[in-house]
Protein backbone atom coordinates (compact mmCIF):
# COMPACT_ATOMS: atom_id res chain seq x y z
CA UNK A 1 0.00 0.00 0.00
CA UNK A 2 1.54 3.29 -0.98
CA UNK A 3 1.03 6.43 0.57
CA UNK A 4 -0.24 7.40 4.29
CA UNK A 5 -2.37 5.23 6.25
CA UNK A 6 -4.60 7.06 8.40
CA UNK A 7 -5.87 4.69 11.21
CA UNK A 8 -7.16 4.87 14.66
CA UNK A 9 -5.37 3.53 17.17
CA UNK A 10 -7.56 0.46 17.01
CA UNK A 11 -6.95 -0.05 13.45
CA UNK A 12 -3.31 0.14 14.13
CA UNK A 13 -3.56 -2.53 16.60
CA UNK A 14 -5.47 -4.93 14.60
CA UNK A 15 -2.39 -4.42 11.75
CA UNK A 16 0.04 -4.87 13.92
CA UNK A 17 -2.06 -8.08 15.31
CA UNK A 18 -2.00 -9.25 11.40
CA UNK A 19 1.34 -8.65 11.45
CA UNK A 20 2.03 -10.70 13.88
CA UNK A 21 0.41 -13.44 13.59
CA UNK A 22 2.34 -13.69 9.83
CA UNK A 23 5.63 -13.56 11.04
CA UNK A 24 5.37 -15.23 14.61
CA UNK A 25 2.34 -18.45 13.23
CA UNK A 26 2.07 -18.30 9.47
CA UNK A 27 6.31 -17.66 8.70
CA UNK A 28 7.07 -20.72 11.33
CA UNK A 29 5.19 -22.89 9.28
CA UNK A 30 5.92 -22.80 5.94
CA UNK A 31 9.76 -22.79 7.47
CA UNK A 32 8.47 -26.24 8.42
CA UNK A 33 6.75 -27.37 5.43
CA UNK A 34 9.45 -26.39 3.55
CA UNK A 35 11.92 -28.32 5.90
CA UNK A 36 9.84 -31.32 5.90
CA UNK A 37 9.35 -30.98 1.82
CA UNK A 38 13.36 -30.95 1.29
CA UNK A 39 13.37 -34.05 3.17
CA UNK A 40 11.58 -36.52 1.13
CA UNK A 41 14.71 -35.99 -1.47
CA UNK A 42 15.13 -34.54 -5.14
CA UNK A 43 13.91 -30.83 -5.24
CA UNK A 44 13.91 -30.70 -8.80
CA UNK A 45 10.54 -32.69 -8.93
CA UNK A 46 9.19 -32.27 -5.65
CA UNK A 47 5.84 -30.51 -5.85
CA UNK A 48 5.38 -30.06 -2.11
CA UNK A 49 9.00 -28.26 -2.06
CA UNK A 50 8.29 -25.77 -4.66
CA UNK A 51 4.40 -25.19 -3.81
CA UNK A 52 5.78 -24.28 0.30
CA UNK A 53 8.47 -21.92 -1.61
CA UNK A 54 5.87 -20.09 -3.39
CA UNK A 55 3.74 -19.60 -0.21
CA UNK A 56 6.54 -18.65 1.40
CA UNK A 57 7.27 -16.10 -1.44
CA UNK A 58 3.72 -14.90 -0.78
CA UNK A 59 3.66 -14.70 2.63
CA UNK A 60 6.96 -11.88 2.52
CA UNK A 61 5.49 -10.41 0.13
CA UNK A 62 2.52 -9.53 2.02
CA UNK A 63 4.64 -8.94 5.64
CA UNK A 64 6.35 -6.41 3.50
CA UNK A 65 2.85 -4.83 2.45
CA UNK A 66 2.12 -4.59 6.03
CA UNK A 67 5.63 -3.58 7.49
CA UNK A 68 5.33 -0.72 4.53
CA UNK A 69 2.09 0.14 6.09
CA UNK A 70 2.73 0.37 9.37
CA UNK A 71 5.10 2.38 8.68
CA UNK A 72 3.43 5.06 6.75
CA UNK A 73 0.50 5.12 9.52
CA UNK A 74 -0.15 8.72 11.16
CA UNK A 75 -3.19 8.20 13.82
CA UNK A 76 -5.87 10.12 14.31
CA UNK A 77 -7.52 11.12 17.30
CA UNK A 78 -11.22 10.70 16.82
CA UNK A 79 -12.62 13.55 18.91
CA UNK A 80 -10.66 16.15 17.05
CA UNK A 81 -12.72 14.89 13.84
CA UNK A 82 -14.68 18.29 12.28
CA UNK A 83 -17.96 16.86 11.03
CA UNK A 84 -19.18 19.51 8.77
CA UNK A 85 -17.90 17.65 5.65
CA UNK A 86 -17.42 13.79 5.68
CA UNK A 87 -14.06 13.25 6.21
CA UNK A 88 -11.94 9.69 6.81
CA UNK A 89 -13.18 7.66 10.10
CA UNK A 90 -16.31 9.95 10.05
CA UNK A 91 -19.81 7.80 10.08
CA UNK A 92 -21.81 9.06 7.47
CA UNK A 93 -25.76 8.38 7.34
CA UNK A 94 -27.28 8.55 3.83
CA UNK A 95 -30.71 7.93 2.09
CA UNK A 96 -30.35 5.94 -1.06
CA UNK A 97 -32.88 7.65 -3.03
CA UNK A 98 -32.40 4.87 -5.81
CA UNK A 99 -33.20 2.30 -3.21
CA UNK A 100 -35.35 4.10 -1.42
CA UNK A 101 -33.41 3.11 1.81
CA UNK A 102 -31.33 4.28 4.53
CA UNK A 103 -27.56 3.38 4.87
CA UNK A 104 -24.96 4.19 7.15
CA UNK A 105 -21.17 4.12 5.89
CA UNK A 106 -17.66 4.39 8.15
CA UNK A 107 -14.96 5.97 5.70
CA UNK A 108 -12.14 4.11 6.54
CA UNK A 109 -8.52 3.47 5.13
CA UNK A 110 -7.90 0.41 2.84
CA UNK A 111 -6.24 -1.36 5.40
CA UNK A 112 -9.45 -1.25 7.77
CA UNK A 113 -11.93 -1.71 5.30
CA UNK A 114 -14.33 -4.18 6.02
CA UNK A 115 -17.97 -4.04 4.24
CA UNK A 116 -19.86 -6.39 6.58
CA UNK A 117 -19.23 -4.01 8.67
CA UNK A 118 -20.59 -1.27 6.64
CA UNK A 119 -16.72 -0.12 6.58
CA UNK A 120 -15.53 1.72 3.29
CA UNK A 121 -12.79 1.95 1.62
CA UNK A 122 -11.60 6.00 1.28
CA UNK A 123 -11.24 4.74 -2.89
CA UNK A 124 -14.51 2.89 -2.98
CA UNK A 125 -17.31 5.28 -5.53
CA UNK A 126 -19.37 5.86 -2.88
CA UNK A 127 -16.88 7.11 -0.59
CA UNK A 128 -15.07 9.04 -2.77
CA UNK A 129 -18.70 10.73 -3.59
CA UNK A 130 -19.34 11.53 0.40
CA UNK A 131 -16.19 12.85 0.96
CA UNK A 132 -16.18 16.37 1.51
CA UNK A 133 -19.75 17.15 1.38
CA UNK A 134 -22.44 18.08 4.07
CA UNK A 135 -25.30 17.26 5.48
CA UNK A 136 -28.05 18.01 3.03
CA UNK A 137 -26.05 17.71 -0.40
CA UNK A 138 -26.62 15.06 -2.58
CA UNK A 139 -24.11 12.66 -4.50
CA UNK A 140 -24.67 10.66 -7.52
CA UNK A 141 -22.33 7.24 -7.08
CA UNK A 142 -21.79 5.44 -10.34
CA UNK A 143 -21.58 2.09 -9.15
CA UNK A 144 -20.94 -1.38 -11.13
CA UNK A 145 -24.96 -1.98 -11.24
CA UNK A 146 -25.61 1.84 -12.51
CA UNK A 147 -26.03 4.91 -10.56
CA UNK A 148 -27.28 5.62 -7.18
CA UNK A 149 -28.57 8.96 -5.47
CA UNK A 150 -27.76 9.44 -2.13
CA UNK A 151 -28.73 12.14 0.48
CA UNK A 152 -26.54 12.88 3.34
CA UNK A 153 -28.63 12.38 6.54
CA UNK A 154 -26.13 13.28 9.32
CA UNK A 155 -22.19 12.97 9.76
CA UNK A 156 -20.58 11.66 13.01
CA UNK A 157 -17.27 10.39 14.58
CA UNK A 158 -17.99 7.39 16.81
Do not use: W
Amino acid sequence: MAGTQYLTKEGLAQLCAKLDQLRDVERPAIVRAIAEARDKGDLSENAEYHAAKEAQAHLEERIAELEATVASVRLIDPSTIDTSTVKIHCTVRVMNHTTGKEETYIIVSSSEADFRQKKISTETPIAKALLGKKVGDVVTVTVPKGNLEMEILSITVS
